[in-house]
């Protein structure tokens, strides 16, 4: 598991970005009956066929409001940055595996009924999400009469690219703010993110995740911006909070905008300096030789002119 996926395993860790994501990103009916006070990371410990643990997705329960009754949001946070042909056989095979482990773990009694999956997809690759949702849908026709046989399993996809840096910019959400870190282009961009993301998160009991996004940007977003050619600083202190690494970003930011404009200065200065010299220059071919130019004057000038302004 790549760092990349590391730093989304660290931050769906929290309640309150597995809050945020469902109520924001979610629009069905059923999200709004969820108590999320009651939200509880469950660490299912299950094998599949070939021996591999799932360690990179993440399972929560919450219960319904006023009910004594448990839904369970299975995350599936590679994440995905290719689409995959077969994500609704594989989201088959997680919910079944979960429910599995509950059964194991005498979770679930006998005659008792097993609890409602909701398996949510989160995909931040370029490319169109082009696989089906529903495990039905990668099973062929069923003669007739046959059709109650086909397997169904839906899953949830969340797709960032789809959701546009205006309407992310309108929303005071915690993933909504990560999308928007993703999608960054410029330092003035990050900056302005987790400037918004530090007056929000106020509270002791959003200091973890406030920590969570500090790291995150200093260890991973940060140094890939660089890659792309977005100028950072040369050594990043480690920072451990959020209000820290704004005051870092904007002091940075600020001494980056008197650099460009001191070389913006600097460049003008030359480029005049380049140009007195091309006049001077000029005068000396037309002034100081003009009667040693053979033929018309005119004829030969225009040359030497080219020469100037291409050399």
């Not at 960054?184 to 929000?200: A, F, G, P």
């Not at 990043?236 to 970003?249: A, F, S």
Request: charged share 25%.
């Amino acid at each position: 598991m790549n760092t990349h996926d590391l730093g989304y395993t660290r931050f769906f860790s929290h309640s309150r970005m597995v809050q945020d994501l469902l109520d924001g990103f979610i629009q069905e009916t059923w999200v709004t009956e969820l108590d999320f006070s009651t939200l509880e990371k469950v660490n299912p410990v299950y094998i599949s066929d070939d021996f591999r643990k799932r360690i990179s997705d993440l399972v929560w329960k919450v219960k319904w409001q006023g009910l004594d009754q448990w839904l369970y949001i299975y995350l599936i946070l590679e994440p995905q940055s290719t689409v995959d042909a077969i994500m609704a056989l594989r989201t088959d095979l997680y919910t079944k595996l979960l429910y599995q482990d509950l059964w194991q773990s005498r979770q679930i009694a006998v005659g008792q009924k097993f609890p409602p999956v909701v398996p949510i997809v989160l995909y931040n690759g370029k490319n169109r999400w082009t696989a089906p949702l529903d495990m039905a849908d990668l099973v062929g026709l069923y003669p007739p009469g046959l059709e109650i046989y086909r397997p169904h399993m839906r899953y949830l996809l969340i797709d960032e690219h789809r959701y546009l840096e205006g309407d992310l910019k309108t929303m005071q959400n915690v993933v909504a703010a990560l999308f928007r870190l993703e999608k960054s282009r410029t330092l003035e961009d990050v900056r302005q993110v987790v400037h918004e993301l530090d007056s929000w998160m106020k509270g002791p009991q959003l200091k973890e995740l406030r920590r969570t996004f500090a790291h995150w940007l200093g260890q991973i977003l940060l140094p890939r911006l660089a890659k792309h050619r977005m100028i950072i600083p040369h050594s990043l202190p480690e920072i451990n909070d959020l209000q820290e690494l704004h005051t870092m970003l904007a002091e940075t930011v600020d001494e980056w905008t008197r650099d460009w404009e001191q070389k913006g200065l600097e460049k003008g200065r030359r480029k005049a300096a380049r140009k007195r010299e091309f006049i001077s220059c000029f005068a000396f071919s037309s002034v100081i030789f003009p009667n040693c130019l053979p033929g018309s004057n005119r004829r030969f000038v225009l040359p030497i002119r080219m020469f100037w302004i291409h050399g």
